[in-house]
């Protein structure tokens, strides 16, 4: 018995230094965390340009929903890997910042999208969807804060100046389509 209660002792406490050792993560565990992000955001943004500006259902705008926490979820994520990773060499950079550009036509629409489609939401019987898009908003705005964050601390200073013009566009249609649900 003593023996048993050892054993489990000593494997719970290897457990708990395992879980204490942060995971070093690599580029291409980055490149596939943009890689979710691109799709997430093209799935956001088909779902909200099929949501009308009158007359749509909450069914509707549930999945608007569910594919914003999507998102979110993936940004997090990515940003927690980006953290874990060695500085980003040039052409590694490259290639995630070429990644993240090739997606950011995509956020700028949702986000342009959804500004526009405040009405429907506000028209839908049951009130407080605008609340809930407000909210999505809020954990959006947050976790690419974190992503951004984190890419640009692993980005070598020669190629700054290439992600701070992706940033700063990202940042400004969030800070709009907040600004549009603020009274929600």
Do not use: W
């Amino acid at each position: 018995m003593i023996c048993v209660t050892s054993f489990t002792t000593f494997l719970t406490l290897v457990a708990v230094c395992l879980a204490a050792v942060p995971l070093k993560r690599d580029v291409g565990t980055v490149e596939d965390d943009i890689a979710s992000i691109a799709s997430q955001v093209t799935a956001l943004d088909s779902a909200i340009q099929a949501f009308p500006t009158s007359g749509g259902s909450l069914v509707s705008a549930l999945a608007i929903h569910a594919q914003a926490t999507g998102l979110a979820s993936a940004l997090a994520t990515a940003a927690s890997d980006v953290a874990a990773t060695a500085p980003f060499s040039d052409a590694d950079a490259t290639t995630i910042l070429s990644a993240v550009e090739g997606f950011e036509p995509a956020i700028l629409d949702a986000l342009t999208e959804i500004v526009e489609k405040k009405p429907g939401f506000d028209s839908l019987p049951l009130g407080g969807v605008s609340a809930l898009v407000k909210q999505d908003l809020a954990e959006l705005s947050t976790n690419t804060k974190d992503f951004e964050n984190a890419l640009i601390a692993d980005t070598p200073a020669d190629l700054l100046a290439e992600a701070t013009p992706i940033t700063s566009s990202v940042d400004a249609a969030l800070a709009t389509a907040a600004a549009a649900y603020a009274s929600a």
